[in-house]
């Protein structure tokens, strides 16, 4: 079922309020398991790819992963500046493929610093020329590697750098209805800080991240209810003999006052747990400390 009204209502009096499309047969948001599974693995490729580029440009470098989310292509692109840096990625065995987006103003200031120069400010957004588009493949096959290394077995199907792409609304990488797993990214190289994207077609990566909620069978409920048990901690009391007491008798107790317990002097005390007796022991000693010495158990039925 989806929604079709896309229109934007009105009461007078209050602002406008938006309804958006919403696909159920879609849905464009992850799984609190899946999501906390994918930033794992791109907080691990950000930092494989900040130490790359510090050994790559030989200026130090940081990248943070600042956000992970599913959407549509179409919604990817249109976020995009007009003008950008794009790196489209095939993946074998799927018709999409994956995009390395960032300013192509600071791939020219990275490719600066690998010719030994400074960087400059206030780079326009242009094409790479064949040099800088070689120097900026290198560091796009690194990239990948790290990612192939930081997503491990989330990312199965072979990855490589293809074309490059500068205008966001004509790199066609996917269909617009198309689902992808978009991490945003901030780079710092030396004082010079830009954005970057990285999107992979979510058909790639969400079937290894299995159900968001997997059951287990209950075909051996017992043993593994009775496996659970025996290993939680209880507590274990050695209690007296309870004595009867009145009310009035606690409200005028005071310091000093003596309470006789009808426990016998030769009857070992109960063992509890719970307030349960299980068993009765003797008063004894281990080491320094107080223990009871069990004399005698309670068995039970189940």
Not at 49 to 73: D, F, H, I, N, P
Request: glycine share 6%.
């Amino acid at each position: 079922m989806t929604l079709l009204d896309n229109t934007t209502t009105s009461i007078p009096g209050k602002p406008a309020r938006s309804v958006e499309v919403y696909d159920f047969l879609r849905p464009t948001t992850l799984a609190r398991e899946h999501s906390r599974v994918l930033e794992l693995g791109f907080e691990t490729f950000a930092r494989q790819w900040g130490t790359q580029l510090t050994a790559k440009v030989r200026v130090l470098s940081q990248v943070t992963c600042e956000q992970v989310v599913m959407t549509t292509y179409d919604e990817f692109a249109a976020g995009l500046p007009a003008t950008t840096a794009m790196v489209l990625c095939p993946l074998e065995g799927s018709s999409a493929k994956a995009v390395i987006q960032f300013p192509s103003a600071a791939a020219l200031g990275w490719v600066t610093h690998m010719l030994g120069g400074n960087h400059a400010q206030n780079l326009p957004e242009r094409k790479f020329t064949p040099i800088e588009q070689a120097l900026v493949r290198r560091l796009m096959d690194d990239a990948l590697e790290d990612l192939r290394y930081s997503l491990g077995s989330l990312l199965v199907a072979p990855i490589s750098v293809g074309g490059f792409q500068y205008n966001s609304q004509f790199a066609q990488a996917a269909a617009k209805s198309d689902l992808m797993i978009v991490a945003s990214f901030e780079i710092r190289v030396g004082d010079a800080a830009a954005p970057a994207t990285l999107a992979i077609p979510a058909e790639v990566l969400l079937p290894q991240l299995g159900d968001a909620n997997p059951t287990s069978t209950t075909a051996n409920a017992r043993e593994l209810v009775d496996a659970q048990l025996a290993a939680v901690p209880v507590d274990v009391s050695l209690r007296f003999v309870s004595a009867p007491i009145l009310p009035n008798e606690i409200l005028d107790l005071a310091v000093g006052d003596v309470l006789p317990l009808p426990h016998p002097a030769h009857r070992p005390l109960d063992v509890t747990i719970d307030g349960i007796a299980i068993g009765r022991a003797a008063v004894g000693a281990n080491g320094s400390r107080l223990a009871g010495i069990i004399v005698t158990t309670e068995e039970r039925l189940a």
